[in-house]
């Protein structure tokens, strides 16, 4: 049987018994969801393991996962029929919330803020109760139950972004944290050039609730598949300071592992702005994520 530090070296070398690294083409297609659903509230034991005390099956578990983040596995938590009913209507209601809002002001809105708009416009209409039940559910759910691992920034729902301490920038519809990320980001401009954009930045909880339930409906309701691209509300670090950057012109491959083939991220590795939240082949359960710059101080 391989030993550990072995198998460390040979994820280091991008094969894990024979098995190389799946080309992003095939990775980012859409498969079947197996029929096996399980509930949300049905924590299982395996994925409450932490990356210190995986075993070398479970860590090539943990790879084949982020690999293959867009297929469904074994051990997914996936929403029963009626939950996935439920945040389809979630989701409509935040986009009408985001169009009456417009989309810049929608990354810093708060939770309580968001529902005092929504209550006084019958553009959007009031969360129901059952709505508000099912958002609170998901916020305090333990996210390594989706197999997702990563740190919690945001305790509470109603946690939100100040304002004063935020600052638009310039053509991106995006804002950043004044001080540390600010800096960076221009530094970067400064040193990469004017190929290099701001393609997000911070992120209210109500931002990532968007983001991560429009995953979850497009994965069919399994919510280690969406969280596996995108962190489950509380747990972004846009929220708190780090922030995306692409190559002008290249739309949504920015966001893909294409992005760590282009001028731009090249040049920023050369510069030395490379230092990866998510890097390749990480154990936090999230896909590479070459675009995500993270703030030191964060």
Known sequence: MMQRRTF???LAAG??????????????RMVPLPRA????????????ISQASMDEQQVQQAVERIRNFNQPHRGDTVLPWAKVRLL???????TRLEQWVGHANFHLLG????LKISRNSSRVGAFTKQELDFL???????????????????SQLTDEV?????????????????????????RIRRDVGDKVVLTSGVRSVIKQFRLFLAKAEESGGNLSMASRSL?????????IGDFDVGQVGYGAYNFTARFATTEVFRRLRDLGYVDLRYPEDNLLGVRFEPWHVKVRST
């Open 162 to 186: 100040p304002r004063k301490e935020v600052s638009k920038q310039p053509y991106t519809g995006n804002f950043l944290y004044r001080g540390d990320p600010v800096r960076m980001y221009n």
């Open 37 to 48: 659903r399980k509930t949300v509230l049905q924590p299982r034991v395996w994925q409450k």
């Open 8 to 10: 460390i070296r040979a």
């Open 111 to 114: 939770f309580d803020e968001a």
């Open 88 to 94: 389809k209507k979630v989701n409509r209601r935040f």
């Open 136 to 154: 609170e559910e998901l916020f305090h759910h333990d996210a390594s139950d989706y197999g997702f691992l990563g740190h919690k920034p945001f």
């Open 231 to 239: 962190a489950p509300p509380g747990y972004s670090f846009h929220g």
């Open 15 to 28: 094969v894990v018994g024979g098995m190389a690294t799946t080309p992003a083409s095939a990775v980012e």
